[in-house]
């Protein structure tokens, strides 16, 4: 049976072998199928080589002798991962450590307490209560992006210390909740909103406390 090009048609059960395909099987007119992707002759008449099967090698023979190569392929990736770490620690501690093992895998999941009772941490509990939330600030701090310039402001800003100084330190807090610090250059309007936003809330709650004065000196 012929198409209107040329092409010769197979029914199921004419091919001495069983066919890969979905009938119409489509046959070159000058040669036997074989294994190959479809092409186009010059003389504009179709050639598609179609895969054939070995008699008795059923579909799921075939797919189960691929298994063994797929689960070598994913043993291969799983190797080839970066490692998965889990690490318990301080938080001053560590820090030197977390920059370097950035350099060996981002796969790191971090426990930390919230315990700490030492610098501005213990002024921020003493006044506004809560959990010591200074490491994981620390830690976050440690493990910020720094693909960027103003990735690199960003960071520079929040890791800023206040001077030791009580009047310094007030001042300076000042000028960073109004946006008028040079630690604010580099950082676009909408980081700046977002974390002004933050800061200013800070800034609230502690006013709303007037029985206790909050002591900004080298704080963070």
Known sequence: MRCGRG???LRPGVH???LLATPPYIMPRTSAATAGPATATSSGTCSLRVRLRAPGRSAAAASSSRLPRAMAATGAD????????LVFSGGTAFNGVVEELKKVTTRVAHVLPVSDDGGSTAEIVRVLGGPAVGDIRSRCLRLSDESTLEALSVRRLLGHRLPLDPSEAKLDWYHIVEGEHSLWDGVSRPYRETIRAFLVYFHNEILRRPVETFCFTNGR
């Open 16 to 18: 001495p072998m069983p």
């Open 7 to 9: 092409c010769s048609f």
């Open 78 to 85: 799983a190797a080839a991962a970066p490692p998965s770490l």
